[in-house]
């Protein structure tokens, strides 16, 4: 069931007011969403190129370990040179799986990181600056990102959300934005009583409704309730954003779905 109409207008106001506050703050206080090791998150912060490859990394582990990745591996090789990226796959499989690896699926962001480089040099002139350059609609941005192997549209919704609201690229057609089909966002649009489906379809079309300007403006909060508060197991719901607002299905999980598939290590889901 979902929540009534009242109690889901103000479960959006809430986000949207959490949302508000989170794009007034510098990138690298939001919550932790980029990496700890100052170095690594000035290099996404600085290299369209590294920002794209952590972008590929979020994939199943926690969100400081994808963004640290390509500063890790710019470590490991001594460089980040995109040619040698392409054509060096030996090199770069061997840096990104020597022990402890660099991530959890070693052979395949190796692989990945590899084909977004040539991408890169075939089709952008070997400058990641220039998929989001020329105000494209947020539609034209999520597709040239879900262009590259390694990213789906979920991946691509953070993206594109992150290029918006922290790195101040200019994104038309936003209304036709959404959230990420993400594990986090999908526990809280649950218990939230945004969505009684855990459809992708249900979740877009619930996010298009609490923000019809913006869908995937509230991605970020919703993001971070779920990590912050609404964990699968202990919900803090005396603590969250939106404790006084919402109904709390706390019974509702996704945690047979995808995210049991992905913690089963013990790690976060990364997005
Ligand atoms: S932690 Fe509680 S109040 Fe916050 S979103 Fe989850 S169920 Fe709702």
Known sequence: MRANAETRVAVAAALSAYGAELASEDAAQVGGAFTDIPEADALVKSSPEAFLLAV???????????????????????????????????A???????????????????HWTSDAAARLLDRYGGDASAIWAGAPTAI????????????????????????TRHFGVEVRGLE?????????????FLRSGLVDRDTPGDI???????????????????????????HPAHALCGECRLGAVCPRFIERSVEGVGARRVSADGTAPGR
């Open 56 to 90: 590929l990394f979020t994939q199943g582990v926690p969100a400081e370990r994808a963004w640290a990745g390509p500063y890790l591996l710019s470590q490991r090789l001594g460089h980040l040179d995109l040619r040698a990226l392409a054509l060096e796959r030996g």
């Open 92 to 110: 770069v499989d061997e840096a990104v799986c020597r022990r402890p690896a660099l991530h959890r699926f070693k052979h395949t962001m190796a």
């Open 140 to 163: 034209e941005l999520t597709e040239r990102l879900s262009a590259f192997r390694g990213i789906g549209r979920k991946k691509a919704a953070m993206a594109v959300e992150i290029l």
């Open 176 to 188: 036709c934005g959404s959230v990420a089909y993400d594990v986090q966002v999908r526990r809280v």
């Open 204 to 230: 877009d079309r619930a996010a298009a409704e609490a923000c019809p300007a913006a869908p995937g403006s509230l991605d970020l909060a919703t993001w971070l309730v779920g990590r912050q508060w609404c």
